[in-house]
């Protein structure tokens, strides 16, 4: 079951409704051959993101996306909880020149891949760009 928790007011940053963000979750955790996945999401803003980035990574100022992996071994397909940056979606957005929906297609499939237990190389890559094509159609 994916669920999904906001503090900030996403429809503002990005034209989609949290149903959406769950059924863009969904749809990841499927392309990563997960069919029931345990998850949450929680939608936020700079302010929480910040402490958030300082209380876990010891690192200053706002991040865009955050992954806590679940510290379950019991072989479920929980991921852990995913915590997405409205502002930096927006901020982002515009610098990278994409939409703000795309952006936050691309912020999810990496910060998912991350809690599937992938780390940033070629592999990495190749599968965030397969995912985001099948999210994007």
């Not at 379950?72 to 990278?96: F, P, W």
């Not at 891949?113 to 994007?136: D, R, V, Y």
């Amino acid at each position: 079951m994916i669920t999904i928790q906001s503090d900030a007011y996403l429809s503002v940053a990005v034209p989609v409704s949290p149903v959406e963000v769950v059924r863009i979750a969904g749809k990841i955790a499927s392309g990563l051959g997960l069919d029931e996945p345990a998850m949450d999401i929680l939608v936020t803003h700079d302010l929480a993101m910040r402490d958030l980035n300082k209380h876990f990574l010891d690192m200053e100022g706002p991040t865009n996306v955050l992954g806590f992996p679940d510290s379950d071994e019991q072989g479920t397909d929980s991921l852990g909880q995913l915590v997405i940056n409205v502002d930096a979606v927006k901020r982002e957005s515009y610098l990278y020149g994409q939409d703000p929906y795309s952006y936050l297609v691309r912020l999810m499939v990496h910060g998912m891949l991350h809690l599937a237990g992938h780390e940033h190389g070629e592999i990495m890559s190749a599968m965030a760009e397969k995912l985001e094509s099948l999210i994007n159609q």
